[in-house]
């Protein structure tokens, strides 16, 4: 059994440290320091568990928790998880440098640079590179979310250390699916690439729950992919099926099956992604400067900048 530090107590930690701790690991959270007053000593998880069968999915349950204010030099936990906002990638690495000792690092974030380059100077034989399969958001104490089955896993062009090779034990014994991606930057920067699409249509009408709730707005995600498709090769990535199959669509095709079928009202997808409260902006940035730095025109992406909050 593992004892595994959640860096943060976002949405996508706290929903794998519950999986985790369901499987008989112990688990324990890092968080800023007067967050452990304010978070208290435990979630209310109202969430999805898509390992589960379709009548026993939906989860409600007071869960306890256990958080830090530090991380001592001298701690003894075997894997340390991190799954912050891009944004939050430098500050949350070089606070972690000192103290990672010999744990193995999970990067779990959604992310438009190197990932390689991001965790230095985390010796990146430690680093071990993912990507979750959930989403959500906190409201209060209460967290609305869920899991889904399949999480993805790769390497940079080398095969699998040991560590990896534990970690991806770790999520199989747990119940998760194991996709390992033969390029993992360029499925890194396709997702992050189709986050953007639909961060541009939040900033325009406010909220992730009013984009996926209007048909319009989610045919702009398609317009939003098509716009991206030079930037992706700019930067070198291939473009996977679901960039291809999106940008190629007619838009008002795009905007009625992910209407109808991926974010319909009783879906687990709408349900996800319609708490989900995070804060947008960052990642259009990283890509509008991808696009002026290759001078490529991305009218629909330059013309919500204004919108962006600092």
Excluded: C
């Excluded at 699409?197 to 319009?216: D, N, Q, R, T, Y």
């Amino acid at each position: 059994m593992m004892k595994i530090l959640f860096l943060g107590r976002g949405t996508i930690g706290t929903l794998y440290a519950w999986a985790f701790e369901n499987a008989g690991h112990t688990v324990e959270f890092y968080v800023r320091e007067g967050r452990k007053m304010q978070y208290g000593s435990h979630v209310n998880l109202e969430i999805w568990d898509a390992r589960r069968s379709k009548k026993d999915r939906l989860v409600k349950e007071k869960w306890p928790i256990v958080t830090h204010e530090e991380i001592k030099e001298d701690h003894d936990y075997d894997l340390i998880f991190m799954s912050v906002n891009p944004e939050q990638v430098s500050s949350v690495v070089n606070y972690l440098a000192p103290r990672v000792g010999n744990a193995t690092v999970l990067f779990f974030n959604n992310f438009w640079q190197d990932p390689r380059l991001a965790v230095q100077p985390i010796p990146v034989s430690q680093v071990v590179f993912g990507f979750p399969g959930g989403g959500g958001g906190f409201e209060g104490n209460n967290l609305y979310g869920g899991v889904y089955k399949t999480v993805q896993f790769g390497t940079f062009e080398y095969a699998p250390t040991r560590r990896d090779l534990e970690v991806r034990k770790l999520f199989a014994e747990a119940g998760f699916k194991i996709v390992v991606k033969k390029n993992l930057q360029s499925w890194l920067w396709n997702h992050f690439a189709f986050n953007v699409a639909m961060e541009v249509e939040v900033l325009k009408s406010g909220s992730f729950k009013k984009v996926i709730s209007s048909p319009e707005a989610l045919a702009g995600i398609g317009r939003n992919v098509k716009e991206m498709i030079p930037v992706l090769k700019a930067k070198g990535s291939k473009l996977d099926v679901m960039t291809r199959v999106v940008s190629a669509l007619p838009p008002r095709v795009v905007g009625f099956l992910m209407s109808n079928v991926i974010f319909s009202p009783n879906s687990m997808a709408y349900a996800l992604v319609a708490h989900n409260h995070f804060k947008v902006g960052y990642a259009v940035k990283e890509v509008i400067s991808e696009a002026r730095k290759h001078g490529i025109q991305a009218p629909r992406l330059y013309a919500v900048e204004s919108l962006i909050k600092e």
